[in-house]
């Protein structure tokens, strides 16, 4: 993979903003893909519709996943990713609003890496934003087949 690039899946303008400048304060300066449904992020994933040119082998780096999304839902997408070979060990990160144990239980069921609340708190928000890409990004070592 030639660039550690970051699908952000987020509906909310303000959650998407919120989470943009906590990757800059951070200084992580990868590349953010910003997928504002569930499914333009599995057109972007699987390289279809408006990214049919993109190459599908270039898988990002972590998928940052809203849960409440349009069209498709994120635990749906989240499935439709661990059930494709070539997306199955994507690192998924479900970061959401949702504190409840069903979205909980379900994003873990459905394969998720990690689930992260949503801080209200712009500067609990940074540092949990910075923490993530500390950790996806730097320290975590992919497996050999995922991107």
Known sequence: MSERVILLVEDNESDEELTLRALKKSNIGNKVVVARDGSEALDYLFARGAYATRDPGDLPQVVLLDLNLPK??????????????????????????????????????SGANSYIVKPVDFAQFAEAVRQLGMYWLVLNERPPSAG
Do not use: F, M, W
């Open 72 to 109: 498709i839902g994120g635990l749906e997408v989240l499935r439709a990713i661990r059930a494709n070979q070539h997306t199955a060990l994507l690192p998924v990160v479900i970061l959401t609003s949702s504190k409840e144990d069903k979205d909980l239980a379900g994003g873990y069921e």
